[in-house]
Nanobody, 115 residues
């Protein structure tokens, strides 16, 4: 089993910044990719950003230039630095890891951006 614990969500004004973190524990050998999805009320869960063990990154178009994903392979952690936040970034943010083709998910952390 793999356990994921997210932290760093909260309330922030538009234009502000937040940093999300996620720590993986358990059977974490051979983690290929780590990343973040988000789900706004009434909407589907969508990709925000991912990063592979080799450092390759992928971002949704809506966050490019504002969000930065990073990871520490030795500590099995992934971070999401979110700058220039907009009201439409409000959502539950879920950390995930991909191990041997399977995705494991955290419980989510709420990010609320106010006007």
């Amino acid at each position: 089993q793999v356990q994921l614990v997210e932290s760093g969500g909260g309330l922030v004004q538009a234009g502000g910044s937040l940093r999300l973190s996620c720590a993986a524990s358990g059977r974490t050998s051979s983690i290929h990719a780590m990343g973040w999805y988000r789900q706004a009320p009434g909407k589907e869960r969508d990709l925000v950003a991912t990063i592979t063990s080799g450092g390759d990154t992928n971002y949704s178009d809506s966050v490019k230039g504002r969000f930065t994903i990073s990871r520490d392979n030795a500590k099995n952690t992934v971070h999401l630095q979110m700058n220039l936040l907009k009201e439409e970034d409000t959502a539950d943010y879920y950390c995930y890891v991909k191990i041997w083709g399977m995705n494991y998910w955290g419980k989510g952390t709420l990010v609320t951006v106010s006007s």
